[in-house]
């Protein structure tokens, strides 16, 4: 799929289980629920390893496989930013990609799509 044409897409709104993960009410293209959670929560509790986002590739014991995960703290104009990235990392990974390769690979494209966000936002 074109960066230019990744894009994320209504859901239903969903409630949920846990205090400190709330679904925004959207999902990536390949159907995965977008939700932000407690950055600091998930960095005490199960992986301290964890930034910005995750999804079931990256973090298997702990991000439900119809889930994207982003930080709470991230600023809402980057939301889809971390979703087409951890997205489009478990895709690749789905794939046979390792997780390095995947993430390589995926961050050369999120930041080609932050440069054409920036391009779109300049005045003509």
Excluded at 108 to 114: G, K, N, Q, V
Excluded at 115 to 120: A, E
């Amino acid at each position: 799929m074109p960066i230019h044409e990744w894009t994320t897409h209504p859901e239903p709104e969903r409630a949920s289980p846990v205090p400190w993960k709330r679904f925004i009410g959207e999902a990536c293209p390949h159907g995965k629920s977008i939700a932000l959670v407690d950055g600091m929560h998930i960095r005490n509790t199960c992986d301290s390893d964890f930034c910005q986002g995750g999804n079931e590739r990256a973090y298997p014991d702990f991000v439900p496989p119809d889930e994207i995960w982003i930080d709470q703290c991230i600023p809402e104009e980057e939301w889809a930013l971390i979703a087409f990235h951890e997205c489009m990392e478990a895709e690749y990974m789905a794939g046979g990609m390792s997780y390095d390769k995947a993430h390589d690979k995926v961050k050369a494209e999120e930041d080609e799509f932050r440069r054409l966000l920036v391009k779109k936002k300049k005045p003509s």
